[in-house]
């Protein structure tokens, strides 16, 4: 009896060795992004990391096509990192010269996307494949944002109204977030709502359209209200 258990021992001793082998060829990345979003402003650089527990063949940074999407795009491969430490970066436009990465460390990759523009806004994944060509390849991915200042597109040109008229005066600003205008008469600071009903001569001046986002500086234009009325005699002489 006692060389019976002493065999089946051995047996489940090396069972165990031989499923810590194969659990540890098995890709696991540390604190994935799972889809979740990283934000970076217009023109800046924004660095996307990846911890993982496996040795890897290669590792290739891009597009994915969805959240949580388990493969990248293979047209839109931006970088790639092989084993012996060679790199190849996209020749294509428009992220050519702009994208970079590395090995930070073991079990750290890191990627660089440089003078960030709104039209990078999109998924980005990076998928590892192992050494060990018999265990599948994984995948992570991220949700970029790209927040930008306020930019007035379109204003009203300077205006001329006949006193009593309404006038709307309108003002078009893009960003992200979207921003919100406001106007604003310059002769004493106040805010205005549009339309001005109703216009008197005492509304002739400058107007100040304001843009804002959070993101950067206001964005300001002006525009000028030239208002007509009718003659009246202030003063007779005798």
Known sequence: MKEVTSKMTGWCVF???LSVVEVSGVITFISPYNGTTLKGTVGSSLQFNWAFSVEFGTIEWGFAPAANSKVLSDDGILFKIYA???TQATTS?????RVNGSVIRQ???GFTLRNLRTSDARYFGCRISPLDVSVNKETDNVKL?????PNITDISADQTVNEGNDLTLNCT???NPAP????IKLTDNSIV???LTNIRRTDEGGYRCSASNGVGNLATRDVSITVYYQPSITSELP
């Open 180 to 183: 919100n205008t406001t106007w």
């Open 15 to 17: 069972y165990l060795f």
């Open 145 to 149: 944002i790209v927040e930008g200042p």
């Open 107 to 109: 079990g750290l990759v």
């Open 193 to 195: 709502t549009m339309p």
């Open 84 to 86: 012996d430490g060679t």
């Open 173 to 175: 600003a893009t960003g």
């Open 93 to 97: 436009a428009p992220y050519a010269g």
